[in-house]
């Protein structure tokens, strides 16, 4: 069975510090994952994907197998990251698997 | 290009009684899918729609069922309303191309008492 986990539901940084958010998958196929962000009073929107190995808003998100994770990075957060931010895994056609999701603060 | 729309934004429900939740997909596309996000979680699958039928399902049981129509608008069935199904449900349209790209409605937050 697949499992997403995301340990930690809220995590604060100071603006212009770097943030890492994690993420740890379990799943017997092949790993399709994402990240999803929501903003105050926005609806849930793609965030990046990691088979297109693209940087967004700054954020970088590498797939690494071997220790099963998708951790989400940016180097300098800014005040507009403040968002709730999911992993999420690929388990079908365009059906996905979230986990329970990080709320990022980052303080002025 | 219009956005995914969902009704109600809100509605109250007691236990027992059956729900309809209604969905118009982002123009242009021809999947849609459904989750249930209870407070504190992340969104879970419920099912998905494509050309009119069931294209994967989640752990929910049969009274949990949908419709997609020919203009690719949804509809999410709850019968037996219990609890526990209190929660926001997400519409989600896509292209059935396997991106994993879903562009999601605000939700139907559903409280049953």
């Known amino acids: 069975a697949q499992r997403v986990t995301q340990p930690e539901k809220l995590l604060s940084v100071f603006k212009g510090a770097p943030v890492e958010l994690k993420c740890n998958y379990s799943?017997?196929?092949?790993?399709?994952l994402f990240w999803y962000v929501q903003y105050s009073r926005q609806r849930l929107q793609l965030l990046l994907r990691?088979?297109s190995r693209e940087s967004i808003k700054g954020f970088t998100a590498d797939l690494n197998k071997g220790e099963t994770s998708f951790h989400l990075k940016k180097p300098f957060a800014q005040e507009e990251d403040s968002a709730m931010y999911y992993c999420?895994?690929?388990?079908?056609?365009?059906?996905?698997?979230f986990g329970t999701g990080t709320r990022l603060t980052v303080i002025p | 290009e219009t956005g995914v729309t969902q009704s109600p934004t809100h509605l109250i429900k007691t236990r027992g009684q059956q729900v309809t939740l209604r969905c118009s997909s982002q123009?242009?596309?021809?999947?849609v899918s459904w989750y249930q996000q209870a407070l504190g979680q992340g969104p879970q699958f419920i099912f998905q729609?494509?050309?009119?039928?069931?294209?994967g399902r989640g752990n929910f049981p049969p009274r949990f069922s949908g419709l997609q129509f020919p203009n690719y608008s949804s509809e999410l069935n709850v019968n037996a309303l219990e609890l526990d199904d209190s929660a926001l449900y997400l519409c989600?349209?896509?292209?059935?191309?396997?991106?994993?790209?879903?562009?999601f409605g605000e939700g139907s937050r559903l409280t049953v008492l």
């Open positions: 729609y494509y050309r009119e039928e069931e294209n």
């Open positions: 990691h088979i």
């Open positions: 989600a349209s896509s292209f059935i191309t396997n991106t994993g790209e879903l562009f």
């Open positions: 999420a895994l690929q388990t079908g056609a365009n059906n996905l698997f």
């Open positions: 799943y017997s196929g092949s790993p399709e």
């Open positions: 123009s242009g596309h021809n999947t």
